[in-house]
């Protein structure tokens, strides 16, 4: 069920007026929101809800068999339980197929003979988000950060919250999971910035990101070898991604403002940071610090030699890049952003000081943008052919009309990046004039309706 479809539209209200009626009673809330959430991911594909149902009971009773743990064994044990299910259930749905055509690729270049066969599996939406959110609650039980769920109703709710089930933000559980533990009072205000974020989102993903989607696909999936196509489509991909995953974001946190909760912020002005890191602290936060809390913290972070220290990045990277498909394309990503952490470390290491912010924010954006060529790219033959257009400057004769058609949708996305007061957020909405804002929530209605369900493109993040 996608967000910007009539169904999702119907299923919201019916289920708002099921949670008017039971939100004061703790236990049936979440048994509610549990039922809607299973009922939202199964329109999908009812076959793969047993997978979220055991993720959730597996996780609970590895936070419960914690709790009980007197031992240092016996905790490992547990810690080891949870890593090989949720781990395997990424590696079996996710990753075997990809591993086993890629070691049949290998023994073809080195002439083996051997018997080829193949892995077809339909990978479960939004697998990668709700493992990861799971994961991190039982990791947080081991190193005792939090106490273990001992309401199993409330744990379903946490990890199959349906505002944020198939995309995200991935929640950590010291900040969602007590939310379902107490009763939730419902504000003027919440409902208010709840319905300002839905429509935030809905304009980011309808009218901005899908009418760029077309552009980055004249670049990266026709055979045209230019670099002014190429840079083309790269800026149309770079604001399709973001207007397409912020967007679903704002529904997300939207979506879940209108029932009483609050979800973390998941982007802050990314295309605005002036070095990498920066750029990483804003784009996709809760998957940014998930890998630093679960992955890089533990492979010794910025603890050891700078050799050390450099390795534990690109791990990092590489595996954040691998999260997102299994595809080289991916893995190459993660590695480029990686190898240009490594180098922006050793500049701060070597120089003492910080370049200054235009010539920083010039070469973050290039770094980015060609680590976006990278991830578009998702065949060798596409990754060779965009490769091959830088080295061919002369554009098409329709090339003008194809930038003019890509301005209208990326210039409001720009304009909001870098005057963050323009954006339609609460906080900028609250600022205005009552007759203002009936205006521009109105303009905003009109243009959503114009291209709701007109070639609906599913959100990108839907498929990792």
Do not use: C
Not at 3 to 8: I, V
Not at 332 to 348: E, K, M, T
């Amino acid at each position: 069920m996608l967000f910007h479809a009539t169904e999702f539209l119907i299923f919201l209200a019916a289920f708002l007026l099921l949670y008017v009626l039971v939100r004061a009673h703790l236990r049936l809330r979440n048994l509610l929101i549990v039922a809607a959430s299973y009922l939202f991911y199964g329109w999908w594909d009812w076959r793969f809800l047993g997978l979220l149902v055991l993720s959730s009971v597996v996780d609970f009773q590895v936070g419960l068999g914690l709790s009980r743990a007197t031992t240092t064994p016996q905790r490992r044990a547990w810690l080891a339980l949870t890593l090989l299910f949720n781990l395997g259930l990424l590696g079996t749905f996710k990753y075997f197929g990809f591993f086993l055509d890629s070691f049949h690729t290998l023994l073809d270049s080195l002439g083996v003979q051997h018997a080829s066969w193949t892995w077809h599996i339909v990978l479960p939406v939004g697998i990668s988000f709700y493992t990861f959110q799971s994961l991190g609650y039982t990791l947080d039980v081991y190193h005792r950060r939090i106490e273990p769920s001992r309401d199993w109703v409330g744990f379903l709710a946490f990890v199959s919250f349906f505002p944020q089930l198939v995309a995200g933000p991935i929640e950590r559980a010291s900040h969602l999971l007590p939310q379902f533990q107490q009763t939730r009072r419902i504000r003027l205000q919440d409902l208010e910035n709840g319905a300002w974020l839905i429509l935030w989102g809905l304009f980011k993903k309808v009218v901005l990101a899908d009418q760029l989607a077309p552009f980055a696909e004249l670049a990266f999936d026709h055979e045209i070898r230019s670099a002014p196509i190429l840079l083309l489509g790269v800026l149309a991909f770079a604001g399709q991604i973001y207007g397409d995953f912020s967007g679903y974001s704002d529904i997300a946190r939207g979506t879940a403002s209108l029932l009483g909760f609050e979800l973390m912020r998941n982007f802050d002005r990314p295309y605005a940071a002036t070095h990498l890191r920066d750029f990483w602290r804003r784009w996709h936060v809760s998957l940014s610090t998930w890998m630093r809390d679960y992955v890089y913290v533990p492979l010794g972070g910025n603890r050891g030699s700078e050799t050390r220290t450099s390795a534990n990045l690109l791990i990092t990277f590489l595996l954040a890049g691998l999260w997102h498909g299994a595809a080289w394309n991916f893995v190459l990503w993660g590695a480029w952003h990686g190898l240009g952490l490594i180098v922006q470390r050793q500049w701060s290491l070597h120089f003492k000081r910080s370049m200054p912010r235009p010539l920083g924010w010039l070469l973050t954006t290039a770094t980015v943008g060609y680590g976006w060529m990278l991830f578009r790219a998702t065949t060798p033959g596409s990754l060779a052919r965009v490769h091959a257009s830088l080295l061919t400057w002369t554009a098409p004769g329709w090339f003008g009309d194809a930038a003019l058609g890509v301005l209208p949708w990326l210039l409001p996305l720009l304009a909001f990046e870098f005057w963050p007061g323009a954006a339609p957020s609460p906080a900028a909405v609250g600022r205005l004039p009552h007759a203002a804002r009936g205006a521009l929530a109105g303009l905003l209605v009109l243009a959503i309706a114009a291209y709701w369900e007109r070639d609906s493109v599913p959100f990108l993040y839907f498929q990792f």
